[in-house]
Every structure is written in structure tokens, then in C-alpha cells.
């Protein structure tokens, strides 16, 4: 089972080829989770253990109280289930024990996970959770054919592997230019609308483009810079008109590093 691909036709009618993560990975990195989740919880357990047990040596003069007990409550609940949430949203569909087994969730269509799948995906974890340690998620896991509890199913969504990071050595020269210029993909802000608009042939267009450029001639690359930006900056709300050539240059650059991250899979 952990052998099997499913294929996703984009609007760009380009096939992507994605191999499906099976139970076996993913138990693994849910079990990692857990036990961030646990060392987390003994600490604030610990925490609230300290308060109760100070409030018995000053209870005549301070009063006693449960809320440290209920607050705890409320944060071990938050952070079960918030954890789930902010790390696939904000980490590209990867918590610390996805990452460490190298897979991700995506979207059905080949997407970036979006905030609502994130927050679906993970309210329905309630359910799967059920009657014990995550039960029903797994059986319907592994009875899918595409490995999806029922979060995934509600929300849209499927668990994959992650490209190798092995890189050409065109890339390198690439990375070493991004780097140079302090570039990081969070510069770069995009709007629900504009991350819509860009697909997969938009990715091979910037990334041809960034691992070409640097080897132009100035008048070439220049001329190079303002067709490309000229295609792909309108797509995002980005009006390149007045712009300087090194502002286009690391502007498309940014492009590439935030497209990267959702396109470039192990196909």
C-alpha cells in the first residue's frame, strides 16, 4: 500500500503524479506528534501542580481555587487539537512528525492545504479519534484507496510524500543567489485570489526562468526579467511597471521559492 500513486490532471491539463502516504508512515509520524503533544502536557501539568500545591501553604491568606486546574483543561484541549491546525496550515501541511517522515497534506487538486481544509480536516480528528487511540481513523485509512480518514474526506484533501532534497547543481548556483540577496519566501505575500491563479505552468515558468537567468547576458537577461514578470506579477496583484530590473530579478525570485514548496514534489 505504500507503494501507490494517484494522479491529479491540473486546469493547465499538465498530469501530476503523487505516491500516497499509507497507514504505516503516517501512524509513525502521528505517534512522533503524540509524544510532543505528552512531554508538552506533563510540563503543564507540572506547572499547574507547582500553583495547587503553593496555594495549600497560602491558602489562609490567598483563598484557594481550581481555575490553574480548569485553564489547564482548556489548554491541553487547545493544544491537542491547535497543534494539528497551525502546523499544517502555517508548515505547508507538515507537523514536526510528518516532516521527520517526509510527508505532507495537500489538496485533493494538488494544492497547498488552505485554512479552511486545515481547520475541517483536523475538527473531524475528533471523530476519527474514535472509540480509542485514533481507532476508526485507521481502519478507514486502510480500507481507502487513497489512504484518507475521514478528515481528508471532508475536508478534500490527501497525505503524500515529499520530494528528495537533492538538488541539480544549477540549483545550487541558484540557492547561492537567493541567498546572497537575503531573499526568504515569507517576503513574499499572496492573496487567496493570486495563489489561484498560479499552477503548474506557472511553476515551470518561473522555474526555467530561475535557473536561467543567471547565466544570460545583461541585455538578454533584462529582456528576459520583464517578459517573465510581465506573465506571472499581474496573476498576484503586482504592478511591475516602474519596478528596477533587481527589483523584478528578486520579486520573481520569491515567486520561485514560494512555488517551489507546492509544486515541486517527487512526480
Do not use: C
Amino acid at each position: 500500500m505504500e507503494k501507490e500513486h494517484v494522479e491529479i490532471k491540473t486546469p493547465e491539463f499538465v498530469t501530476l503524479r503523487f505516491q500516497l502516504a499509507g497507514l504505516g508512515s503516517r501512524a509513525f509520524a502521528f505517534i512522533i506528534d503524540q509524544l510532543i503533544l505528552m512531554m508538552s502536557a506533563i510540563v503543564l501539568i507540572l506547572i499547574v501542580y507547582v500553583i495547587m500545591f503553593g496555594q495549600l501553604h497560602y491558602r489562609d491568606y490567598f483563598g484557594f481555587s481550581y481555575m490553574p486546574i480548569a485553564i489547564a483543561i482548556i489548554l491541553l484541549f487547545v493544544m491537542q487539537w491547535g497543534y494539528y491546525f497551525a502546523y499544517e496550515y502555517f508548515s505547508g501541511g507538515r507537523t514536526i512528525g510528518k516532516k521527520w517522515m517526509g510527508i505532507r497534506v495537500i489538496q485533493e487538486n494538488g494544492h497547498s492545504l488552505t485554512l479552511l481544509s486545515s481547520f475541517i480536516r483536523n475538527l473531524i480528528r475528533i471523530i476519527d479519534s474514535l472509540p480509542v487511540s485514533y481507532l476508526l481513523g485507521m481502519i478507514i485509512i486502510f480500507f481507502h484507496p487513497k489512504h484518507k480518514r475521514l478528515g481528508d474526506i471532508v475536508a478534500g484533501t490527501i497525505v503524500v510524500y515529499e520530494k528528495s532534497k537533492k538538488r541539480k547543481k544549477k540549483a545550487s548556483t541558484l540557492e547561492k543567489e537567493i541567498e546572497r540577496r537575503g531573499l526568504l519566501k515569507e517576503n513574499l505575500m499572496i492573496e487567496d485570489w493570486g495563489k489561484n491563479a498560479l499552477g503548474m505552468e506557472e511553476w515551470k515558468l518561473v522555474k526555467v526562468y530561475g535557473h536561467r537567468f543567471l547565466e544570460l547576458p545583461m541585455l538578454e537577461r533584462k529582456q528576459l526579467t520583464e517578459q517573465i514578470a510581465g506573465i506571472l506579477l499581474p496573476k498576484i496583484g503586482i504592478d511591475a511597471e516602474g519596478m528596477s530590473d533587481y527589483d523584478l530579478e528578486s520579486t520573481l525570485l520569491l515567486l520561485y521559492l514560494r512555488l517551489r514548496d507546492e509544486w515541486e514534489y517527487e512526480l
